[in-house]
């Protein structure tokens, strides 16, 4: 019982947390019961084989999908059931592996689509208090500005979304999650099609956002950046959490190697 008690507490100082989730497709259990909680502050790393289940609990975090059975905290408070938006609202990120943005829109307009706030309520608040919706959307412009700023792209603010290489599409979606004030923002492979020199720049960039206090879950096959950047690293394989430690630690560890090479087939 006091376990139980000590978890609760856990779960409540986490930004997030899993808790006992499983999630099946068919036959398959992608997720087999994990747990882990991200704490305030901190880069956790989430590594594993291909297959592992690492973007199913992704997705299960975000909302996009729904966990069969088990739990997920967002600042202490439960949020299984609740749609993606919801908990975008309630503080959570997330970028994708391959970020679309819309090609002819400029950076900054793509920056400030982000922004919370629907088009109708806004159609309705430009009839009923246009100049509160000027004043906002020039404080929206402002702010855009500045995240792009942030991610070293202040030179193509104006440029359309079309002419930017793969790895500056990161940066973008980089500065789109942050117009909405996240809490933390989870990363699905930053470095993945990203080149040498680009890839220092957005290591350099998550670290000054993380300095800002914004925590951070990445998972990320490129070790040399997980060592580099995580304090922390969860491995996964066959839907299961394996093991935890430094990125040392678990590179070095015989369950996470073994998971590697059985893992290739
Ligand atoms: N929508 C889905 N329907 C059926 N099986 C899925 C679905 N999404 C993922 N899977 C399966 O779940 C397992 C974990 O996949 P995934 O979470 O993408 O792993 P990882 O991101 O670690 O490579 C894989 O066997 C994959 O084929
Ligand atoms: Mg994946």
Partial sequence: MSET??????????????????RRFGGLVAVNDVSFDVWPGEILGL???????????FDLLAGSILPTSGDIFLNGVQ?????????IERGLGRTFQIPRPLPNLTLI????????????EKLLANFLAPRRVAAEEKAGEKKALELLELVALTHLAHEPARVLSGGQRKLLELSRVMMADPAIILLDEPAA?????????????????NARGITFLLIEHNIDMVTRLCHRVLVMASGQ??????????ARDPRV?????????
């Fill in 5 to 22: 008690i000590e978890r609760q507490d856990e779960i409540r100082a986490a930004v997030l947390a899993a808790k006992n989730v499983v």
């Fill in 47 to 57: 590594i594993g084989p291909n297959g592992a289940g690492k973007t199913t609990m």
């Fill in 79 to 87: 949020v299984s059931g609740e749609a993606a938006h919801r908990r």
């Fill in 109 to 120: 307009e793509n920056v400030m689509l982000a922004a919370q706030g629907q088009a109708g």
């Fill in 193 to 209: 099609g990203v080149n040498a020199s680009l890839l220092e720049v957005i290591i350099d960039r998550i670290r000054d956002i």
């Fill in 241 to 250: 959490l394996l093991c935890e430690g430094t990125a040392d630690e678990v």
């Fill in 257 to 265: 190697i073994g998971a590697y090479l059985g893992g290739a087939a």
